[in-house]
């Protein structure tokens, strides 16, 4: 009875999706998140009351199980070098692209914050867990103004407010620009709530009395102040 009951829950969460993508699909991915889960507690509750069995704890862990892993399979993060995948798509290199599952929608996340594609390739992403924060790598010089020193940088795209951000501002190196690849910002990280972004890079100048060497730092996009972590590494 216990599997059946998990089985049902599932389907029911899946309901619950279809349902409130349908009502609410100009909220936030976080809102759609929250009126699901109201939805699946209330009438899973409801559900185990009708049949007059008190869970195990057990059995509140394969429910909890099947709410948690649904949520997290609604985005999938990817990079293509596909032109066909969103419209306009013209720039021939590789770009970020993220995947509502549950619309069906494909969007281009390595863009500007007027939504124009990047100039050169994109790479090395990772987003929050709504999907709403994206971090990545680009050597595009066309994402924010001001973006000369012809070296990756780090970039977080916000897709509620369609603003892109450069996390790593002004980075520059004393390391050969033969290869400029190895020499600048690279491997983000970004919390859930999309304040601070750790990543790896060569600059020098990130941080007064900045090293000489690759170091470990952690942005905050909101003071807009750069830590630099590994200092004692």
Known sequence: WATMLVLIAAALWRYAVVLMRQIARLESSMVQMLYQNGVYLLVTGALTAATYVTPTPWQLLMLAGVRVSGGIGQFALFESNASDLVANDTNNVADIFIRDLANGTTTQVSVNTNGGAANS?????????????????????????????????????????????????????????SSPTWFGSESPEITPDGRYVAFYSAATNLVPKGNIGGGIYVRDLVTGKTVWASTNA
Do not use: E, K, W
């Open 121 to 177: 390739g994109s790479h090395g992403s990772v987003m929050t867990p709504d999907g709403r924060y994206v971090a990545f790598v680009s050597l595009a010089t066309d994402l924010v103004a001001g973006d000369t020193n012809n070296i990756p940088d780090v970039f977080v795209r916000d897709r509620q407010t369609g603003i892109t951000t450069l996390v790593s501002p002004g980075a520059m190196t004393t390391s050969p620009q």
